[in-house]
């Protein structure tokens, strides 16, 4: 071969080396211009697009984010769900963010109920009236019923069942037959306090239930016990899924109109108004889901209901359910409020079963949430619990003891030194008796718990509405007004935080993500009609009464009363 090839051959090589190079070094740059372009604030052009959808900010505001330090923020931004800000930008500018000016207004983090039973609602004959919860004499209660009436269809059942009883009343007395016909003449109506009675109807009421085969007095009247219970029977005869899904919407409204935004089921375990069948029970629930229909965020907590050694249901369900497992709006988290049927849960000492039930969950890797009342019922639990916390940490497993109202300072320790969650229920404020204080919420906020939360255990014994719940814990006033639980009150920012703060995540393993305002987190707010903080603007009296002005979910707008101007 000639020198004159090999050079040629040579520059070739260089030229082809050279073009290679330049290539590649062509593509890096390129690479280099869509990464930078990829994580730069997008450009005026790029904000016209909106992808995603629009931003949401609220402005000139005061924002409680019930954190440790108990900031309070002027304005929040939410993207896709989320909090992406919490600072004073100016979100006008961007024409892909829609601004809500709250002129002052006062805005909290969603409220979530870590104990109640509101699938369950569902199965409530007629038109649920959840709002009777909050009304305080019988003109107050007829006033609910009217105002209720103009949205139900003509000649429909309108109920209101549990959630209540005839001495928060100032007459202490149910409306009567005649009241009643005269505020919803074109409709039958049914009240009746706790689950159990005892109820009123209206004439068309009265007449509908005798009808069906129910027990109603003359003057509308139903007896406690055997005759309420019959009642319930023959009205809920027919009810049909699409009644369910009707009636979970409207509470979920209800909840919505309230500042609810995440609630924490319990199911449905006794006969009647209290009950939810395990197998088909949540269909409903599920279909809504689905269809994103559900505007209430719900992490279902299975029961156990063993009366036998076998613990075939509960092993059932363990088998073949999937453990935290759904979307944000709808979870399924463990298991709740009891591990074995009552039978053997009211054994003492606690029986081998129950033992064996709850090692079985801890072996599964399941949450557990458990009712517990008498100090019995905690040290026998507590027991168990001890035994299985060296081997499955159950602090680990969000197991966490619920309720509360019959715990002592000894017992509050022990459930500490497991680093067990404490979930403090109000249920106590409907026994007619009086003869219960409710949870020692004072001594469980100074305990030094891992995680506190609240709940209400309705909407049977006791309110759903949360701020029954909260003035029952900054008064320790009880449904008859009667102070019931003194030394062991509150301050209102203490009690929101039971409610609301980021502590109510880590019952669900959601500890990074539910509860409380901060950046990262679900994007769930409520815009109050009143300033909660403000007791010159709202008297004790008056917390029962609070309501939402703005309601929003994942940063979907869920509930207004129309008085914030919304883009």
Not at 31 to 38: K, V
Not at 218 to 229: H, K, Y
């Amino acid at each position: 071969m000639s020198k004159n090839t090999n050079a040629g051959n040579a520059l070739r090589n260089t030229t082809r080396s050279t073009s290679i190079a330049g290539l590649i070094a062509s593509l890096l740059t390129a690479s280099l211009l869509a990464t930078s372009t990829l994580f730069a604030p997008p450009s005026s052009a790029q904000q016209d697009n909106c992808f995603g959808g629009n931003d949401l900010a609220l402005v000139n505001g005061n924002i409680h984010t019930l954190d440790e330090s108990n900031t309070v923020a002027t304005s929040v931004l939410v993207r896709n769900g989320e909090i992406l800000h919490l600072a004073g930008t100016d979100y006008q500018t961007s024409s892909c963010t829609d601004v809500i000016d709250l002129d002052g207004r006062t805005v909290i983090p969603g409220l979530i109920d870590n104990h109640v039973h509101f699938v369950r609602i569902q199965n409530r004959p007629g038109y649920d009236t959840r709002e009777i919860e909050s009304t305080f004499s019988t003109a107050e209660v007829l006033a609910t019923i009217s105002s209720k009436s103009e949205s139900v269809p003509q000649g429909e059942l309108i109920t209101g069942i549990g959630g209540f009883i005839t001495a928060q009343w100032a007459e202490g007395r149910f409306p009567s037959m005649a009241e009643l016909d005269q505020t919803a003449p074109d409709h039958p109506v049914y009240l009746s306090a706790f689950g159990f009675g005892p109820g009123q109807t209206n004439t068309a009421g009265r007449d509908l239930i005798n009808s069906l085969g129910g027990k109603v007095n003359l003057d509308g009247s139903i007896a406690s016990r055997e005759d309420t219970a019959l009642a319930y029977e023959v009205l809920a005869a027919s009810i049909d899924d699409s009644h369910r899904e009707r009636q979970l919407a409207d509470v979920i409204g209800w909840a919505n109109k309230v500042g609810l935004t995440t609630v924490m089921d319990m199911s449905g375990t006794v006969p009647g108004v209290g009950f939810l069948d395990q197998r088909t029970g949540y269909n409903p629930i599920v279909k809504m889901a689905r269809e994103n229909r559900l505007n209430l965020r719900t992490r279902l907590y299975f029961p156990a209901l063993d009366e036998d050694a076998e613990l075939s249901q509960l092993q059932g369900r363990l088998d073949n359910s999937f453990n935290n497992f759904g979307s944000d709006m709808l979870r399924t988290v463990g298991i709740g409020e009891w591990s074995v049927g009552r039978t053997l849960f009211n054994q003492q000492p606690l029986s081998e079963a129950a033992a064996n039930a709850q090692r079985r969950i801890a072996e599964r890797g399941w949450a557990y949430h458990q009712h517990l009342h008498s100090p019995e019922e905690f040290d026998a639990h507590l027991d168990i619990w001890e035994s299985l916390d060296p081997e499955f940490d159950l602090s680990s497993l969000r197991w966490t003891a619920g309720h509360m109202s019959g715990v002592t300072p000894e017992l509050v320790k022990r459930i500490v030194a497991l680093g067990l969650g404490i979930g403090a229920h109000g249920q106590p404020i409907l026994r007619p008796s009086g003869d219960a204080g409710g949870p020692p919420w004072r001594t469980i906020i100074e305990s030094g718990a891992v995680a506190l939360g609240g709940g209400s255990d309705g909407a049977r014994i006791s309110p759903f509405n949360p701020w029954s719940m909260i003035y029952y814990m900054v008064t320790g006033v009880n449904a008859q007004n009667k102070l019931v639980n003194d030394g062991q009150q509150i301050t209102r920012q203490q009690a929101l935080k039971l409610y609301a703060s980021a502590q109510q995540g880590w019952f669900t393993g959601e500890d990074t993500k539910l509860g409380g305002i901060a950046i990262g987190r679900f994007a769930d707010l409520v815009v109050l009609n009143k300033n909660f903080f403000d007791k010159e603007l709202v008297p004790d009296n008056e917390i029962r009464s609070m309501q939402a002005s703005l309601t929003i979910v994942g940063g979907r707008i869920v509930y207004t009363d129309g008085t914030l101007a919304i883009p």
